[in-house]
Nanobody, 124 residues
Framework: QVQLVESGGGLVQAGGSLRLSCAAS????????MGWFRQAPGKEREFVTA????????NYADSVKGRFTISRDNAKNTVYLQMNSLKPEDTAVYYC?????????????????WGQGTQVTVSS
């Protein structure tokens, strides 16, 4: 069992930066792949990025490549999402998720555990 708690969301102007954190509890955290997804009002939840347990492999949605960076610290049971050059279209609730199978898949159904989400709002 893994519990996930996101933090770091907020309101930022376009072009600004935010860093999201996802704190995990559960001794198997370090063996899971971790992902970030987001959901804007009226839209489906979409993949943003994911990272393998060793941080040896990452995957990014085309819309965030070059602007967002995922990282993890297994000693702290925490995964991070550094978001730079934010755009109004990045506005959404951001969710952290854990995939026990360990792959950086974009398929949200592969992610078993989910956090409650944190709101990110980018003003123009």
């Amino acid at each position: 069992q893994v519990q996930l708690v996101e933090s770091g969301g907020g309101l930022v102007q376009a072009g600004g930066s935010l860093r999201l954190s996802c704190a995990a509890s559960g001794h198997t955290f370090s063996s899971y792949a971790m992902g970030w997804f987001r959901q804007a009002p009226g839209k489906e939840r979409e993949f943003v990025t994911a990272i393998t347990w060793s941080a040896g492999s990452t995957n990014y949605a085309d819309s965030v490549k070059g602007r967002f960076t995922i990282s993890r610290d297994n000693a702290k049971n925490t995964v991070y999402l550094q978001m730079n050059s934010l755009k109004p279209e990045d506005t959404a609730v951001y969710y952290c998720a854990a995939n026990p199978l360990g792959s950086v898949t974009t398929n949200l159904r592969r992610y078993t555990y989910w956090g409650q989400g944190t709101q990110v709002t980018v003003s123009s």
